[in-house]
């Protein structure tokens, strides 16, 4: 099959945009020629010269020779008004802006299959991994029992670096700025939503599942305290913010954002700085892992180029498994075994959310709590409690209300000013 020539159109000159122009130029056998760049800022001092770009969007959404739109910029509704606007003028296109694909999935969707060109996005979700085309291609809906992973990589360079080298939570979110790894708006990443996002790329095509952003439960690492982190040390554990989702017995799937404690010998416990990891449990093959850089130029620049590549063989996501006879549906009554810490003086009020409590503590300053919760609680316990931190220990398919002895223990166990665990 001959391979097409694309002509692009890009959007965004940013970290990733500048990475992909450099990558392209050293890829030569990929036949592609970015005809033009639409950028926002005439001002801004670029490392090219300035007849490459342009400042209004139709200079390549209306330009007939431009068979290709690379879009990345790091606004998400005006990115949906370009992308929605190329894939009707019959363009394809390349994404990275998971916030923007997660928010309009099914719109999307509905513009793919109406104008019959293609949106590929294996940028958008874990940068480096190709996690998109593995579970759109290899696993059947059958196959997979879940899929669990480190998703973003600005929060686990921050986790690595307030627990490695002890750096303060401030300095490690400004050097993953500054190595171009966070969101122009950090807080989508340090509060679990850029994750979020994710899992619902990876739902779509693991399970076959549409689902919106406000039905995936999230919950980031910028509450994260002292506490926490001294726990985490004194029981040998590491933090890492983990995205996951698990099919329960009843063909239901579970799907949610939180820290995770994790252990050494776990194969999420050595994914540290910018890596992300995702582990796959399939009936047969047991359990597969994905590693790879989850941010950067390069690293998500070579994912963009894998999708145009695909597309010089006119490669499309079929999604297949949004259209296969088998109902899933989500369920999120679930009991989780979480770690919360909080200033909260009024112990007792917490106790009363939990199932269960196995381990507690309480100092002058703050404390915390081991036991389990439903996620439904949980929700509701955070908003009563806006400084909680809340850090997953063990969350299983069957873990339900049934299985757990309801035993709401009154009196914390006291223990004075020295962390005992
Ligand atoms: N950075 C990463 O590691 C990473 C990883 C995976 C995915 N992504 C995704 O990739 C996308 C780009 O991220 P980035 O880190 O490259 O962002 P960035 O460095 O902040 O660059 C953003 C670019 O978008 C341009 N832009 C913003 N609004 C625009 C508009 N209305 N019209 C035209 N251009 C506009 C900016 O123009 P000016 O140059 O004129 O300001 C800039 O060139 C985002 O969706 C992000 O989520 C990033």
């Given at each position: 099959?001959?391979r097409?020539n694309l002509?692009i159109?890009?959007?965004?000159?940013?970290?990733?945009?500048?990475?992909?122009?450099?990558?392209?130029?050293?890829t030569?056998?990929?036949?592609?020629t970015?005809?033009?760049?639409?950028?926002?800022?005439?001002?801004?001092?670029?490392?090219?010269?300035?007849?490459?770009?342009?400042?209004?969007?139709?200079t390549?959404?209306?330009?007939p020779?431009?068979?290709?739109?690379?879009?990345?910029?790091?606004?998400?509704?005006?990115?949906?008004?370009?992308?929605?606007?190329?894939?009707?003028n019959?363009?394809?296109?390349?994404?990275?802006?998971?916030?923007?694909?997660?928010?309009?999935?099914?719109?999307?969707?509905?513009?793919?299959?109406?104008?019959?060109?293609?949106?590929l996005?294996?940028?958008?979700?874990c940068?480096?991994?190709?996690?998109?085309?593995?579970l759109?291609?290899?696993?059947?809906?059958?196959?997979?029992?879940s899929i669990?992973g480190?998703?973003?990589g600005s929060?686990n360079?921050?986790l690595?670096?307030?627990?490695?080298?002890?750096?303060?939570?401030?300095?490690?979110?400004r050097?993953a700025?500054?190595?171009?790894y966070?969101?122009?708006?950090?807080?989508l990443?340090?509060?679990?939503?850029?994750?979020?996002?994710?899992?619902?790329?990876?739902?779509?095509?693991?399970?076959?599942?549409?689902?919106?952003?406000?039905?995936?439960?999230?919950?980031?690492?910028?509450?994260?305290?002292?506490?926490?982190?001294q726990?985490a040390?004194?029981?040998?554990?590491?933090?890492?913010?983990?995205?996951?989702?698990?099919?329960?017995?009843?063909?239901?799937?579970?799907?949610?954002?939180?820290?995770?404690?994790?252990?050494?010998g776990?194969?999420?416990f050595?994914?540290?700085?910018?890596?992300?990891g995702?582990?796959?449990q399939?009936?047969?093959?047991?359990?597969?892992?994905f590693?790879?850089?989850?941010?950067?130029?390069f690293?998500?620049?070579?994912?963009?180029?894998?999708?145009?590549?695909?597309l010089?063989y006119?490669?499309?996501?079929?999604?297949?498994?949004?259209?296969?006879?088998?109902?899933?549906?989500?369920n999120?009554?679930?009991?989780?075994?979480?770690?919360?810490?909080?200033?909260?003086t009024?112990?007792?009020?917490?106790?009363?959310?939990?199932?269960?409590?196995?381990?507690?503590?309480?100092?002058?300053?703050?404390?915390y709590?081991?036991?389990?919760?439903?996620?439904?609680?949980?929700?509701?316990?955070?908003?009563?409690?806006?400084?909680?931190?809340?850090?997953?220990?063990?969350?299983?398919?069957?873990?339900?209300?049934?299985?757990l002895?309801?035993k709401?223990?009154?009196e914390?166990?006291?223990?004075?000013?020295?962390?005992?665990v």
């Open positions: 099959m001959a097409k002509t159109g890009l959007f965004g000159f940013g970290c990733v945009g500048f990475g992909l122009y450099e990558v392209l130029h050293k030569p056998g990929l036949k592609t970015i005809k033009n760049i639409c950028v926002k800022h005439p001002e801004k001092a670029r490392p090219i010269a300035a007849a490459n770009f342009t400042f209004d969007k139709n390549i959404l209306s330009d020779e431009i068979n290709v739109v690379v879009e990345l910029i790091d606004d998400s509704e005006v990115a949906f008004e370009i992308v929605s606007e190329a894939l009707k019959g363009k394809a296109v390349v994404s990275a802006n998971k916030k923007m694909i997660a928010e309009h999935f099914q719109e999307l969707l509905d513009l793919q299959r109406e104008y019959q060109v293609p949106l996005y294996e940028a958008a979700c940068a480096s991994i190709p996690i998109i085309r593995n759109e291609e290899y696993y059947d809906t059958d196959l997979l029992q669990e480190i998703v973003n929060t360079y921050i690595t670096k307030t627990f490695a080298e002890n750096l303060s939570y401030e300095t490690a979110l050097e700025q500054e190595n171009g966070a969101e122009s708006d950090p807080s990443d340090t509060q679990g939503i850029d994750a979020k996002y994710k899992l619902l790329l990876l739902l779509a095509h693991a399970f076959g599942q549409i689902v919106k952003p406000q039905d995936i439960f999230n919950f980031g690492i910028n509450k994260l305290r002292d506490l926490d982190l726990f040390k004194e029981k040998g554990l590491k933090i890492k913010l983990v995205a996951q989702a698990f099919k329960n017995e009843n063909q239901s799937i579970s799907c949610f954002v939180l820290p995770k404690f994790v252990k050494p776990d194969k999420l050595d994914i540290d700085d910018v890596f992300n995702i582990i796959t399939n009936n047969f093959s047991d359990t597969q892992f590693v790879g850089k989850g941010a950067g130029a690293p998500t620049a070579s994912a963009v180029l894998s999708d145009l590549s695909a010089t006119d490669y499309r996501y079929e999604y297949k498994k949004l259209n296969q006879a088998e109902i899933l549906t989500i999120n009554e679930l009991v989780l075994k979480v770690f919360l810490s909080s200033r909260e009024k112990t007792q009020v917490l106790f009363t959310y939990f199932h269960k409590v196995e381990e507690s503590y309480r100092s002058q300053e703050t404390g709590l081991v036991g389990y919760i439903s996620l439904k609680k949980l929700q509701q316990l955070i908003q009563l409690v806006p400084d909680a931190s809340v850090i997953l220990i063990e969350a299983k398919p069957g873990l339900k209300d049934q299985n002895v309801t709401v223990e009154l914390p166990v006291y223990v004075s000013d020295s962390l005992i």
